[in-house]
Each structure stands twice: as C-alpha cells, then as structure tokens.
C-alpha cells in the first residue's frame, strides 16, 4: 500500500513487510519513507491550508459526517484488516470501528461549534469605549504520530478534530500495524481537497524526528512511549504539543466491594487487546480481608477465556503485536516469579501469545508493576488499609487513568480526590473510556487532553479582535 502525499499515491525504494502475528503471514508492503517524501508532505500540508480555511464550519461537518457514512460501509473490511494487522479479537476490532464511526460523529458535530467570546476590556484601565471579541483559529499543521495498539481509533482522535478546526494533517502510523490507518486516510481524501491528508510511513527515528523538528509544523499529537514523548517535548521548540505517553494504571479493591463486579473490571481491563491498552488495568491492589475470595473467583473467570485466532468470533484473548513483545511480558511476569511472587494461572507463550495470567504476592517494587507491561497480565498487590491502597496507588511515575471498587463514599471519594490519575472511576476500571470524555494524563502520563472539544481547543489558537468605539 503506497502512501497518500497530496492526494497522490507515493511508493519507496525501500519496503517493509506488514505481518500477522497470529500466523506470520504477509498482508501487504509498505514504503520506508526518508526526509526528502516528509518535506514533500510537508509542503503539501502547507499548501492545502488556505483551502481548508476558505472552507465554512457547515461544509467542514458535512463532509466528516460523509467520511462517517463511508466508515459505516467499510466497516467489516477495515475491521478484518485491523485484526489481521494488530492480532486484536475481531469482536474487539469491531468494537475500535463503532467507537472510531462515533468519534467522527462527534468531530463533525464539534465543527460547528468553534466558538469565541466577547471580552469586557472596560473592565481594565482605559478600556472604556473598546469592544473586543475572541476567535479560535486554526494552527496550521497537525503532524500526528501514532500506535499500533488502537490504530485507527487513535489516529482519528487526532485528525478528526484536527480538520474539524481547518488544520491539515500528516499522519504517521506505526510501523507494525499502518494499514487500516492508510485505507482511512484514502477515504477522508475523497471528501476533502489534496493535501487535507497526508500520510507517511517510516521509522520514527527519522520520520517522526523530522516532523517534530520541522519550522514548518505548528502542533505535534504523539501517543507513544515516554522516552519517546520527552525526546518529543525537547526537540519540539514553540510547537504546541499533546503527549499521550500511557499509564500503570491501578484498580483498588476495597473490602466492602462488589466483588464479582470488580473481577468483571479486571477481566475487561487487564486482558482487552491482550493487555495492549495505555489505560488498562496493571495493577491490582486489594484489601487483605477480601483478598482470597476475590483471587479464586479471578482466577475462575480467567480460565474462561478462549485464546485462539483472533478472526474467530469466539476468541477472546488474541496475539500480542509481535512474538518480541511476547517474549517481554514472558520476561517481566520470570522475573516477578524469581522475587517471590506466584502464578495463580496462566504464564505460558506461545510465538506472539502470551496466555491470561494472574500473579499473587506481588510487590511495587517490582519491574512488572513499577514499569508499565504491555501485556495480558493481572499483578494482584495486597494492602491492609485504604490509606496503604491510596498510597501503593500513587507509587509510580503514571498517572493517566485509575479505578476503585467500594460501596462506601467516604472511601470513594477520598480515592476520588487522592490518587493522581487524570481519571479516577468509581465501580469502574480504568480502561472506560468514551470519546468526548477529556482524555490525558498527570505525571509522565503526558501533557494535554484528547477527547473531540479538548482536543480541538488543543488544536487552535485564540486571537483577539478590539474595535475602538470612543
């Protein structure tokens, strides 16, 4: 699949092979762009903006709301594709495609709603007789860099609020899984004018390093790693940037829990994407006093997963990205087995599978908690006390998104309003999420907020605009 640059298709001397991880098999080609093809796009972002702008916020909506039908009527290729690309249950994919329609949706909704305000300047010294309003307009270029894990829902997080707003946008996808983004890509050039929309496939390194150090982008949206995301921060100069840099997330257990609910939050949140999930669930810190009952009935509910090829409807814990990112998670859960903690279930790869496992007597200052795995894992931490649960808590350099199970709002709200998190959920786990929700993270979670209202006052600029009445 070649890459959209201006509204023409760009292929490489360079290819590199896009895999399935469940079976190894090559789906498609792609080119390795280097900085000579990210200047044309570049360029070509630049050129279309005048376009875009002269465009009204009516027609800007009508068209996203088009781009929406058109994912509508693609949905069960592009869901195929997502799995056979990432190794995601196709239920799952199907789920990424419904939030990704209604993602759209809102973008489109939002465009018509950009507005400024009118700002009392006779309030300030000599300001009498002035009349002044706002106007929020548009950046200029999006460069938008995104992950394998939720390719596609990701990616229009970015771009659909960034066209919503009159931005053009370039878009690199990840490497391991750019196809379903570059098949959406093709589809929002239909509606809108050459160079809206530009993608460019590439390594980071290079790619992703020139976008971000380039004079001639104004916002950089990055979801990613955190070195990455400071390399980012610090490369980046006067451009506006949001930083998705992902999370350690914990769910608290208290004693006076539903107990079958949050072993539902875990199973949804540790084991979603086969635990490929910036907000899922990676830490499990439960009261002493319920600890045991709510272990066993864990344990029960994991076993009843079914990890088979992700295209099988009745699969319900699919491959992990690569067999290298396996081979990770295999290391990390060895490594905590070596400092005393024990597999309750599961613990065992297969290539790029890494069956569902529960982990007890696990302690924070172990790397399978204290750094953030990416894989299906539930690491069980006891504690004593609500006081012991808030702090184990807040023990790590995240902060994105944080659960706690409790009937009591004395407890709820204490976690409600201590645990760092940028979302904490009652009777909830972390991974709920809804896509007009504020979206981001304290702490090395990152900087900014995602989310179509957020992400568009991100995206846009405020000028001021005096009359002189006197």
Known sequence: MDMLIGGKHISSDDLQEVKNPYDGEIIDNIPIAHRQTADLAIKEANDAKEGLVEMSAFKVSNKLFNVCEKLKDNKMDLAQLLTMEVGKPINESLVELDRSIETLKLAAEEAKRIYGESVP????????????????????????????????????????????????????????????????????????????????????????????????????????????????????????????????????????????????????????????????????????????????????????????????????????????????????????????????????????????????????????????????????????????????????????QAGVFTNDYYSAMRCANEIEAGTVFVNKQSTFRTDNMPFGGFKNSGVGKEGIKYAVSEMTKTKLIGLNLR
């Open 121 to 400: 300047l006779d309030a300030g010294l000599n300001g009498k007789g002035f009349f002044a309003f706002t106007q929020r307009v548009p950046l200029g270029v999006v460069a938008a860099i995104t992950p394998f894990n939720y390719p596609l829902n990701l990616t229009i997080h970015k771009i659909a609020p960034a066209i919503a707003c009159k931005n053009t946008v370039i878009i690199k996808p990840p490497t391991e899984a750019p196809l379903t983004v570059m098949k959406f890509a093709e589809i929002l050039n239909e509606e809108f004018p050459d160079g809206v929309i530009n993608t460019v496939t590439g390594y980071g390194s290079e790619i992703g390093d020139y976008l971000v150090t380039s004079p001639n982008i104004d916002k950089i949206s990055f979801t990613g790693s955190v070195t990455t995301g400071l390399m980012i921060s610090q490369k980046a100069g006067m451009k506006k940037v949001t930083l998705e840099l992902g999370g350690n997330d914990p769910l608290v257990v208290l004693k006076d829990a539903d107990i079958d609910k949050a072993v539902r939050g875990v199973i949804n949140g540790a084991f979603l994407n086969a635990g490929q999930v910036c907000m899922g669930v990676k830490r499990i810190i439960v009261e002493d006093e319920i600890a045991s009952e709510f272990t066993r009935k864990l344990v029960d509910a994991t076993d009843r997963l079914v990890m088979g090829n992700p295209l099988d409807e009745n699969t319900t814990l699919g491959t992990l990205i690569s067999e290298k990112a396996a081979m990770q998670v295999e290391e990390a859960v060895n490594n905590a087995v070596n400092d005393g903690a024990n597999i309750l279930t599961g613990g065992v790869r297969d290539g790029a599978f890494y069956e569902a496992t529960v982990i007890d007597n696990v302690t924070q200052d172990m790397d399978l908690v204290v750094n953030e795995t990416f894989g299906p894992i539930a690491p069980i931490i006891h504690v004593n006390s609500l006081d012991e649960a808030i702090e184990v808590a807040n023990d790590t350099e995240y902060g994105l």
